[in-house]
């Protein structure tokens, strides 16, 4: 079974409007921590947003907020006022156990345009 | 700079030929991981340093794949007798301590087999 699944090859938001993306996730592990990635045409992986399991609140950072339903295992990133810039490869990334050590699970990516 | 350094930044090998890719992670980062990143994919494991140790290497295709780390600094990847399916972004990760402790990539070296 896949560990990350992203359902969106492909997402188009208009500049200054909102959009989310989703993920889900599978682990029994009950220690783990969800995280999201920019990847811009330039090839780097940019790290945004970071959810621990036991984070009661939703993660935010600037325009970025995720929506963590723990019950239905979802990560789902909300990028709020959409920009320009914000056009790149978005990817969904586990990691389970501790955080010393332990490698990250990606999702296949969702692949985000804004339009002017 | 304070970032993660990737050296080269595309590399054509003509298949059968050794490659040697290199990464220079953030200073003061025990944890250093190399994933390969085939087109239109997610990145995908291959290994795991913590200082000089390798603790993890179950993410290497095949034993034609080696990295070491032999300083807990610099980590080198080795492909030896390269074929056409190595083709791929080859990222380099290390993280710090704490309870986040993300991973910072590099620019990922993208290797071409022809």
């Known amino acids: 079974a896949q560990k990350i699944t992203q359902t969106q090859p492909g997402m188009f938001v208009q500049e200054k409007e909102a959009v989310t993306l989703d993920c889900t996730y599978d682990?029994?592990?009950?220690?783990?921590?969800l995280f999201w990635y920019k990847q811009p045409s330039s090839g780097e992986m940019i790290f945004l947003i970071y959810?621990?399991?036991?984070?009661?609140q939703n993660a935010t950072e600037g325009r970025y907020s995720l929506n963590f339903q723990k019950a239905r295992k979802s990560a789902n990133l909300v990028i709020s006022a959409s920009q320009l810039g914000d056009s790149a490869m978005y990817f969904c990334?586990?990691?389970?156990?501790?955080?010393?050590?332990?490698?990250?699970?990606f999702g296949e990516g969702t692949q985000l345009t804004v339009n002017p | 700079g304070a970032g993660v350094s990737q050296s080269p930044r595309y590399k054509v090998a003509k298949r059968g030929q050794d490659v040697a890719l290199r990464c220079d992670p953030i200073?003061?980062?025990?944890?250093l991981f190399w994933y390969q990143q085939a087109l239109g994919q997610g990145p995908e494991f291959l290994t795991y340093?913590?200082?000089?140790?390798?603790?993890?290497k179950s993410g290497l295709p095949s034993d034609r794949f080696f990295a070491e780390r032999p300083e807990g600094s610099v980590s080198t990847l080795k492909i030896q007798r390269t074929q056409q399916e190595d083709s791929a972004v080859y990222l380099c990760?290390?993280?710090?301590?704490?309870?986040?402790?993300?991973?910072?990539f590099g620019q990922g070296t993208r290797l071409t087999v022809v």
């Open positions: 990760a290390s993280s710090g301590t704490g309870a986040v402790a993300e991973a910072f």
């Open positions: 682990t029994s592990d009950p220690s783990y921590g």
């Open positions: 959810q621990g399991s036991y984070d009661q």
């Open positions: 990334a586990m990691r389970e156990g501790l955080p010393s050590g332990s490698r990250l699970t």
């Open positions: 200073s003061g980062h025990v944890s």
């Open positions: 340093f913590q200082n000089e140790a390798q603790l993890d």
